[in-house]
């Protein structure tokens, strides 16, 4: 039986490689994105995956998105939750407008979307959830107090709905990478990467969206149906949490 998989923020970086990953692996996915119609055109074409646009801090937005991938592809039985913005700024100065617009897409958005598909995965009797939340969410990080309670809000929501969706066929699981060789993190200064970075890592190496990605196919498959309510730490031993 072929699933459907929506991937938010499924265009670029590590969602660009989730979006791969699953396509490979014999699911009809589509890649929501939120703005960057260039990219989001680019990765169709090179891909084939089709891509959708919505801002998943907009509840309306979602239904209507979901509504058009569910006419297209079918009844969404995979969500990989991995939309996410930043707006850095040391907590004396941080605005109410960053704190809202990354509360909105980072830790809002997972209920938008996973409310929307969650009926129709208790009906059919089947389901995976998959929030990507971050290293600093369980750790948390210095001038990142609004996306670092975003993400630490996202690990609460996964193990309280795994606790839900447990009878009913469904899975909620997280996924905190660490830091992983996307464009964001190669455009940090090689000194301050090699110096600061780096060292930090003990595998002593940036990871891969491509090693994300494949832990995401595995909790999205059927015979991930034993594993719910964990938190996959992938960070290259980082930090243990």
């Not at 941080?94 to 009906?123: A, H």
């Amino acid at each position: 039986m072929q699933r459907t998989a929506i991937v938010t923020g499924g265009s670029r970086g590590i969602g660009a490689a989730i979006s791969r990953a699953l396509a490979d692996a014999g699911y009809r996915v589509a890649a929501s994105y939120a703005g960057n119609d260039k990219a989001a055109q680019e990765f169709r074409d090179e891909t084939g995956i089709p891509v959708f646009r919505w801002d998943v801090g907009n509840y309306e937005a979602c239904a209507q998105g979901i509504a058009a991938v569910s006419e297209a592809l079918g009844p969404v039985d995979i969500l990989v939750n991995n939309a996410g913005i930043t707006r850095d700024v040391m907590f004396h100065k941080m605005t109410p407008e960053q704190w809202n617009d990354v509360i909105s897409t980072n830790l809002t958005g997972v209920f938008n979307m996973s409310r929307l598909v969650w009926e129709g995965m208790r009906e059919r009797g089947f389901g995976r959830i998959i929030n990507i939340s971050s290293i600093n969410g369980q750790k948390g990080q210095a001038g990142q107090v609004n996306y670092s309670a975003a993400k630490a809000g996202d690990l609460g929501f996964t193990r309280a709905l795994a606790q839900e969706g447990a009878k009913k066929g469904i899975t909620v699981n997280a996924i905190c990478p660490g830091y992983i060789a996307t464009e964001m993190v190669q455009a940090i200064a090689e000194d301050v990467l090699q110096k600061h970075i780096l060292p930090q890592i003990p595998v002593g190496r940036l990871g891969q969206p491509e090693e994300v990605a494949r832990a995401v196919v595995f909790l999205a498959s059927e015979e991930a149906g034993f594993v719910t309510g964990s938190t996959l730490s992938l960070n290259g031993g980082q930090y243990f949490g």
